[in-house]
């Protein structure tokens, strides 16, 4: 396993510290380190990208793993803001449904042997739904912060859509061919 992957799965493993940091609320500073851990976790999915393009370490592993590993992230944090009421559901759902139809392209992919990398448009994404996040778990209550969350918020929802969208329109051929 290549440096890149090892981080990926670094990742992975970060996943539930984050979710205990953020849970329990008998953990002093609980938030804080929550959102330590999930900075640090950010930090390595562009570390990981940077590191497999740069030195030509892409692997089908990491095309498969990477972005699932930002969708669990994210996903898990997004789920973490509705049990506190910070985030309204219907976004919540909107963003795993689009994770979830994603998630579903890429096994119909593979099972015809091939891989489909994240575009641009995921990656902005990703990066918009990741700041929002950290914005959320730190939870800032000034009102210079407050706009700044929904701003972020809306705008990941908005960049969930339209990625979705060029994704399926991108890759329409993944269930077409099978169809002919």
Not at 141 to 151: A, K, P, S, W
């Amino acid at each position: 396993m290549n440096l890149p992957n090892k981080i990926t799965t670094f990742r992975v493993i970060l996943i539930p510290i984050f979710l205990i940091l953020m849970l329990v609320p008998s953990i002093p500073d609980g938030n804080i380190w929550a959102l330590f851990v999930f900075i640090l976790a950010s930090v390595s999915d562009f570390l990981d990208g940077y590191l497999a393009r740069k030195y030509h370490l892409v692997t089908n592993f990491g095309k498969f793993m990477d972005p699932l590993a930002d969708k669990l992230l994210v996903c898990s944090a997004l789920i973490c803001f509705v049990e506190f009421h910070l985030v309204p559901a219907w976004i919540v759902i909107i963003i795993i449904s689009r994770e979830f139809i994603i998630s579903g392209y890429r096994l119909v992919a593979a099972d015809n042997h091939v891989v489909i990398a994240a575009s641009y448009w995921g990656k902005f994404k990703t990066a918009f739904q990741m700041v929002m996040c950290c914005l959320f778990i730190a939870n800032l209550d000034y009102t210079f912060f407050n706009i700044l969350e929904q701003i972020f918020l809306y705008v990941s929802l908005i960049l969930t859509v339209i990625s979705m969208i060029d994704y399926l329109i991108k890759n329409k051929n993944i269930l077409t061919d099978g169809m002919k």
